[in-house]
């Protein structure tokens, strides 16, 4: 694919709830241009987007792919990406790079919850948008019910551009409202309007002009007049009522039979911006810390944004990018601005799904990829070290669920340290943890499905095997009342005997001080060369606690009297000593559980408050305050973490998938005794 001046690239991000055909529709786009010579299937597992195995397995997208084709004069960069809320992350990179939107409706399902997840983030990314009815051919398809739907739940300036001759098995194709032509067949030719469409046409076609022309204030006089308005003047009224966001323009058609899909191709070709046409970009200065303009010149310093990262088993690392200003070329050398380093460019490339096409350069507006850059991640920005421009890396939302990474032999375990930080790398929404308390490597993300995807591409790009597991709580132990405990180690033997005494006093500290060890001995009671051997064995002691061997926290402990021999006294000695007695103290000292306890802020739509509140209730959770607004509550709770270590799930599941959630730790609290019974218990198993 030779190169592209920026006004004839269009970057569109296709958008959907799953199962609404993106995947289809992109594979039905890629053929209709030429640019692959075979139409494949998802349920054979052959679409150019889909390549991935765990793709391929599940029938779903997981990762977002890049499907450069061309159309007209146009390269078009399109960007399909995962429907399925766990892999979001794909969605918000897909959108960062893109200067418009197709979203995906099924003609039989309607706008479902990942739509409107999808028509949320591009009104913030306030990208101008398409809407695309899909599956026309299926059983149950109305295209006018979905229109309404459409029109209820994201407003009235969504309007149809074109309207459906027939539906489900009989559907033949389309009526173009602007040149009242009507299509039909594969590949779509001329064909009459059916007389029971044309009032309709008529009709739809009236009110997309007068929705349209009200970006013109000449063309609002002329049609107020009854004048008539050209094609050439609703095709430029509709572009830039799309660009504005004004209009929405709604297209229809069949993925799977590839009918009215080119179409589409025209309608991105003359409705979606060029990188030339966006809204100027803004980025940091990383000398001087002011926001500068970059412009989509290709004459103008190198500026590119790597968002995403892959690792190739056999290529290695692959970092994809977006040019927003100048030039790059292969086997060049380029400044990376996050990392003040210079990065050296090898061989760059377009990618087709899973296909490379080598490439010498690519220009702005422009988007590729390069293998094996040294330092380089995602969010980072490459540019020339005369104009360091940074540009503000894509926010991720943190991960919602937790889970512990148990390795399957010896040998993953010594290879899981350095791969589970190179899938991370991959996803931004994952993130690992070491839980010292419990002993635990924890690997976070958006949900089950988002976490079963993890753990297959450790295995099957890393060769690591691994088991996800529920993660265990981090308990403590505490005491409630002040205790003095003794203990005397004496043992005799052949030759040197050992002997430690020590005293103890216990007090519990305020909830968070943590363990405290002071020394109170007068009078040489306790050598001070012994009293280092004490601290170690009550700190070593500590940490198994006596009711389920939890560390033991906000205590007090007072080292105040205790003996020596002068022979037969020993560190070793007074270390058993100090462990002892702790242990004994904390037995005495009436000693309770405590369990964390997490901040939660929940947002939810107001009809599922209710359901909400009553499910925290049955765990133990304490709602602190709600506040209204714009048709959603943000709930302000606090949980033991024990009970919502699995509210990803059970929040999508009341909310039908509507629901977010974020937790932070608080603090501890002492677990109810009844509760602390059956924990103690099943730690003893």
């Known amino acids: 694919m030779h190169h592209?001046?920026?006004?004839?690239?269009?970057?569109?991000?296709?958008?959907?709830?799953?199962?609404?055909?993106?995947?289809s529709l992109s594979?039905?786009?890629?053929?209709?241009?030429?640019?692959?010579?075979?139409?494949?299937?998802?349920?054979?597992?052959?679409?150019?987007?889909?390549?991935?195995?765990?793709?391929?397995?599940?029938?779903?997208?997981?990762?977002l792919s890049l499907l450069p084709c061309q159309w007209k004069d146009c390269k078009l960069n399109l960007i399909d990406t995962p429907g399925y809320p766990d892999f979001v992350a794909e969605v918000k990179v897909g959108l960062s790079v893109s200067e418009g939107a197709v979203i995906v409706v099924c003609a039989v399902s309607g706008v479902e919850v990942g739509t409107e997840q999808v028509w949320g983030y591009t009104g913030e990314?306030?990208?101008?948008?398409?809407?695309?009815?899909?599956?026309?051919?299926?059983?149950?398809?109305?295209?006018?019910?979905?229109?309404?739907?459409?029109?209820?739940?994201?407003?009235?300036?969504?309007?149809?551009?074109?309207?459906?001759?027939?539906?489900?098995?009989?559907?033949?194709?389309?009526?173009?409202?602007?040149?009242?032509?009507?299509?039909?067949?594969?590949?779509?030719?001329?064909?009459?309007?059916?007389?029971?469409?044309?009032?309709?046409?008529?009709?739809y076609r009236e009110k997309l002009v007068e929705a349209v022309v009200e970006v013109d204030d000449e063309l609002i006089a002329k049609y107020l007049d009854g004048e008539e308005i050209s094609e050439e003047q609703i095709y430029r009224c509709i572009k830039e009522a799309t660009k504005l966001g004004k209009v929405v323009p709604v297209l229809l058609g069949s993925a799977l039979k590839n009918i009215a899909v080119t179409p589409l191709l025209d309608v991105i070709h003359d409705y979606i911006p060029s990188p030339k046409e966006r809204e100027v970009l803004k980025a940091t200065n990383a000398s001087t810390g002011a926001e500068e303009a970059v412009e989509a010149v290709s004459g103008a310093p190198l500026s590119a944004l790597v968002f995403k990262t892959s690792n190739d088993p056999r290529v290695g690392k692959i970092s994809y990018f977006r040019v927003y200003s100048g030039v790059v070329s292969s086997n060049s050398q380029v400044w990376n601005v996050n990392k003040s380093s210079a990065e050296r460019i090898g061989q760059l490339f377009v990618l087709r799904g899973k296909t490379q096409e080598a490439v010498p350069q690519l220009s702005v507006g422009d988007i590729g990829a390069v293998a094996k850059l040294a330092s380089t991640t995602t969010?980072?920005?490459?540019?020339?070290?005369?104009?360091?421009?940074?540009?503000?890396?894509?926010?991720?939302?943190?991960?919602?669920?937790?889970?512990?990474?148990q390795p399957k032999s010896r040998a993953d375990l010594d290879k899981m340290s350095t791969v589970l930080p190179r899938i991370c790398e991959e996803d931004l929404t994952l993130k690992v943890q070491r839980e010292a308390d419990i002993g635990e490597i924890l690997l976070g993300g958006m949900g089950e499905t988002h976490l079963d995807v993890a753990a297959e591409r450790l295995s099957s790009k890393?060769?690591?095997?691994?088991?996800?597991?529920?993660?265990?709580?981090?308990?403590?132990?505490?005491?409630?009342?002040?205790?003095?405990?003794?203990?005397?180690?004496?043992?005799?033997?052949?030759?040197?005997?050992?002997?430690?005494?020590?005293?103890?006093?216990?007090?519990?500290?305020?909830?968070?001080?943590?363990?405290?060890?002071?020394?109170?001995?007068?009078?040489?009671?306790?050598?001070?060369?012994?009293?280092?051997?004490?601290?170690?064995?009550?700190?070593?002691?500590?940490?198994?606690?006596v009711l389920g061997g939890y560390p033991v926290v906000d205590v007090k402990v007072t080292l105040y009297d205790g003996s020596f021999h002068p022979v037969d006294s020993s560190d070793m000695s007074f270390k058993i000593a100090g462990a002892q007695a702790l242990k004994k103290g904390l037995a005495e000292g009436q000693p309770v559980l405590l369990e964390p306890i997490v901040s939660m802020i929940i947002t939810v739509p107001e009809a599922f408050t209710g359901d909400i509140i009553g499910d925290l209730n049955t765990k133990r959770a304490r709602v602190l305050g709600m506040n209204p607004g714009n048709g959603v509550n943000i709930i302000e709770a606090q949980a033991p973490l024990s009970e919502v270590l699995r509210y990803a799930i059970d929040l999508r599941s009341i909310t039908q998938g509507r629901g977010t959630f974020t937790t932070q730790f608080s603090h501890y609290e002492e677990v109810p005794a009844p509760i602390a019974q059956k924990v103690i218990a099943k730690r003893g198993q």
Do not use: W
């Open 125 to 203: 990314a306030k990208l101008p948008r398409l809407i695309f009815v899909n599956k026309m051919d299926r059983e149950n398809a109305n295209f006018f019910n979905t229109l309404k739907d459409i029109q209820t739940k994201l407003g009235t300036k969504c309007l149809p551009i074109q309207l459906p001759i027939g539906s489900q098995k009989d559907f033949q194709g389309i009526v173009d409202l602007v040149t009242k032509k009507a299509y039909s067949g594969t590949p779509l030719k001329e064909t009459e309007i059916p007389a029971s469409l044309q009032s309709e046409v008529d009709s």
């Open 379 to 405: 969010g980072d920005t490459l540019g020339s070290r005369e104009r360091q421009l940074k540009f503000a890396p894509v926010e991720f939302p943190a991960p919602l669920l937790n889970m512990a990474v």
């Open 4 to 23: 592209f001046e920026p006004e004839k690239i269009r970057n569109v991000v296709l958008l959907s709830h799953s199962g609404a055909g993106k995947t």
């Open 462 to 545: 890393f060769g690591v095997e691994v088991n996800l597991q529920r993660p265990k709580v981090p308990y403590k132990e505490t005491i409630t009342v002040p205790v003095k405990a003794e203990y005397k180690h004496k043992k005799q033997t052949g030759g040197h005997g050992q002997y430690g005494h020590v005293l103890l006093e216990l007090e519990p500290s305020p909830r968070g001080t943590g363990f405290e060890f002071a020394v109170r001995v007068v009078g040489g009671a306790v050598p001070r060369n012994y009293i280092p051997a004490v601290e170690k064995g009550v700190n070593e002691a500590r940490l198994e606690g």
């Open 27 to 63: 594979e039905a786009m890629l053929f209709s241009s030429g640019a692959i010579s075979r139409l494949g299937n998802v349920i054979d597992g052959t679409t150019t987007s889909d390549y991935d195995p765990g793709e391929i397995k599940r029938q779903i997208s997981i990762n």
